[in-house]
């Protein structure tokens, strides 16, 4: 039986037409029983308080009954698993970083879990650690249908076309086509690589063409159509209904501008590949945040590592999964900061992030997301990497390599770097003994020096 990676590649490989016959099933129906039972559960009517607290205490002994990380760490940590019975009892379990996840990836997985039924996950590595991590496959139809939930809410429906902007090289391109139908999601995907002041043109044209309502996208993306648009004097010839806003952070002024520019809602929700919290935004200035606790269970913890549980106090965000029985992860820093505007209901403040400023300047004032370059897909022999840039169009990989990694793993991730960024930057590769830290002693992803 295939797992979810494999389903992907084969999807991915597979002409246009067939694409569009798996297309062609009814939305509900080809994500299978899990999601739909999934979307009946958000309709239902719970106590989420209780809710949350009954998936805590499941999460907590299933961790503990079935790996050797979390067994290990509660016996020699004198800590009762079968004692925990609300948040402020998990107070006394030592927090997970990235850092363990990587020392202890065997022992945090789930003893015997059968391969079919999970699939892998890396992280980009916003701190210059990349993570891989394991999840069962129901918690992507579980993703699946709280996200499509959130669309739903603000008008979207499966059969509505969607824009999207993404890291990629298009075959085309030289003819001047910067996009391409993914018929899964139904969304047109733009080449965010190719969009500059010279084909911003073509990007409105095929806008104006299609008139797709909803757009999701990063910020930087969204903002840089915008200021192209602006530039050339470009506009929409229709008004799209909402903007979904992924992944990067955002300021006030900037969600102020695209509103503005668009002419339509603005929306965003918190998540992140680990799939622990769920969190949308419930305000048009994105300025307050509900968490949801049937997705994930949500924590605040200020610098000695307390439990925050008063309103206005800025803290590092704390996640446990819910659902993910291939690898459960209990207490996870995400690093991330927020405040309680209401910590009895579960509002808090926008989000502040080391994702909300980090994009990379490329040629033809390109802005590139750092979150869309993956240096570890290429290799496995990279222990931390970091970007920095001395000048536009420029960009110098710094890389902490682990001890098998040879000239073979430099050239492996140089060529994944072409194909994904084009002509756009011009890469290379610095081997460096240790990360350059902040003045906090953080690990900043990308370091611009000009």
């Known amino acids: 039986m295939l797992n979810l990676n494999q389903l992907k590649n084969l ?30 559960f958000l309709e239902s009517n719970l106590h989420v308080d209780e809710y949350e607290v009954l998936k805590l205490k499941e999460t907590i002994l299933y961790a503990y009954e079935h790996t050797k990380y979390y067994k290990n760490l509660f016996d020699n940590n004198q800590i009762s698993p079968y004692e925990i019975h609300t948040k402020k009892d998990l107070q006394g379990i030592p927090l997970l970083t990235k850092k363990l996840i990587r020392e202890n990836f065997d022992n945090l997985q789930v003893a015997n879990y059968p391969k079919y039924k999970k699939f892998s996950i890396t992280t980009g590595g916003t701190t210059g650690y ?11 139809k579980k993703e699946l249908a709280f996200v499509y939930d959130y669309f739903e809410q603000h008008g979207y429906k499966a059969s509505f076309l969607k824009a999207t902007f993404k890291l990629m090289n298009f075959k085309d391109f030289e003819k001047g086509v910067f996009w391409e139908k993914d018929y899964v999601s139904n969304s047109i995907n733009f080449s965010s690589l190719h969009l500059n002041k010279y084909t911003v043109s073509k990007y409105v044209q095929k806008l104006n063409e299609l008139k797709p309502l909803f757009f999701h996208v990063y910020p930087s993306s969204i903002l840089f159509l915008m200021n192209n648009m602006i530039e050339q004097g470009l506009a929409l010839n229709y008004y799209p209904s909402c903007i979904f806003l ?7 002024d900037s969600i102020d501008n695209i509103r503005g520019f668009f002419n339509c809602k603005v929306s965003s929700f918190y998540g992140h590949s680990e799939r622990m919290i769920f969190a949308p935004s419930i305000t048009l200035e994105l300025d307050v945040y509900q968490i949801d606790k049937r997705y994930g269970l949500f924590e605040l913890i200020d610098d000695n590592r307390k439990q925050i549980t008063k309103n206005n106090i800025t803290g590092n965000i704390i996640g446990t999964t819910f659902d993910n029985y291939a690898m459960p992860l209990i ?45 570890t897909k290429s290799s496995n022999q990279v222990s931390i990497w970091q970007l920095y ?27 994944s770097l072409k194909n994904d960024l084009g002509d756009f930057l011009d890469c290379d590769i610095k081997l460096i003994n240790k990360p350059f830290l902040t003045a906090r002693g953080k690990i900043k992803k990308l370091i611009k020096d000009y």
Request: proline share 3%; aromatic share 12%; charged share 25%.
């Open 246 to 252: 992924v992944s990067e952070g955002y300021t006030a």
């Open 331 to 375: 207490r996870c820093e995400t690093d991330d900061l927020v405040k309680y505007l209401d910590y009895k209901s579960g509002k808090i403040s926008m989000i502040d992030s080391l994702r909300n400023h980090v994009y990379i300047d490329g040629k033809n004032n390109i802005k590139i997301s750092t979150i869309s370059i993956y240096v």
């Open 11 to 40: 999807y991915t490989s597979s002409p246009s037409w067939i694409k569009s016959i798996y297309a062609s099933i009814p939305f509900a129906i080809r994500n299978g029983l899990q999601y739909r039972e999934w979307r009946t």
């Open 389 to 415: 840039q001395k000048k536009p169009g420029q960009l110098i990989v710094l890389i902490v390599a682990k001890k098998d990694f040879t000239q073979i793993d430099k050239d492996k991730i140089l060529l």
């Open 130 to 140: 990349p993570v891989t991590f394991y999840q069962s496959k129901n918690v992507w």
